[in-house]
């Protein structure tokens, strides 16, 4: 092995004299020959609405989104208190930990020993994991300085494309491969059978042809039907919904906790000249203040239970200390 060159390139000459890929595939050059492209300008539109939603899914799965709160029983001074719960990430992780991928089977064309130079603890891993949190990721094939190909994973939310629902793979693709620190793309590839255009913020557009039938952007999909060619997220709506609902009972619990740590005082008799407490601070303190009437008749309001109530708590009392004999 040649010193200062990452591992599997000095077995990257025997690999070429051992394998050689097909240049054409039988259908799919004829596929590709009958592809109307919709454009660049297409694609960025449909990954800009996608986007947003892949962002949303992979706040849930971080544990990092913001639950509704709909300020009803919410103090104001504690509105900003969040609670953490990972059902979502529970989901797509107790699927994603059982898929270990091992190798392809009557490999006749060396795909294996490409994806052993490409990192493959890392490849798969990461590709199963963004498939079930966006529906679908994409696996970016370039080449490197040495001219072997390279594989990289690009989430849902960063590629995108027009599907062949017979071949399973792209017709045309579209991916961002740089961003700056405002989300902005700085390296954008717009990928066709036997080119791929590549466009970089404040440079002319460059296209680097290749022999292969389709776009080196590969879609692995979760879950797809013939309706939604791209796939399921494993986090659903319902997902998403339950776990919302939960945050919140949390939070309410949380309140609520609050409010029963001290034990409630009463102030009766205030006169009705007495500086009133804020609503919310009333609510929060352990007084409950009754003012006095004034006028003819002084009267002071007084605390009695209900007569119901009353019984009840003796009920309880009996029979919770009985013994039997």
Known sequence: MTPGRPPGRASRRHYEKKHTLPLKIQGLERIALMTEYRGMAYLQN????KRIRVQKRYRFYEMKNMTRDFNISTPPGLRDFMSVLGWCAKAVDSLADRLVFREFKNDNFGINEIFRMNNPDILFDSAVL???ISSCCFIYI???EDDYPQLQ????????????????????????????????????????????????KGQKPWVIPNDAPAPLLVPIVYRP???RVFGHSRISRACMSITGSALR????SEIAAEFFSFPQKYITGLSDDA???EKWRATMSSFMIGSS?????????FLKASDAAILNAISLESTSWYEPS
């Open 46 to 49: 449909k990954l800009n609405i």
């Open 130 to 132: 963004s498939a079930m």
């Open 142 to 144: 370039s080449k490197d």
């Open 153 to 200: 994973v690009i989430d849902g939310g960063n590629a995108t494309g027009v599907m062949n629902p017979i071949t399973g793979l792209l017709n045309e693709g579209y991916a961002v491969l740089d961003r700056d620190e405002n989300g902005s793309p700085i390296l954008e590839a717009y990928l066709k059978a036997g080119s791929t255009e590549y466009h970089q």
């Open 225 to 227: 039907d013939a309706k």
């Open 249 to 252: 009972t949390a939070k309410r």
């Open 275 to 277: 500086e009133k407490m």
């Open 293 to 301: 009437r004034q006028g003819l008749a002084s009267t002071i309001p």
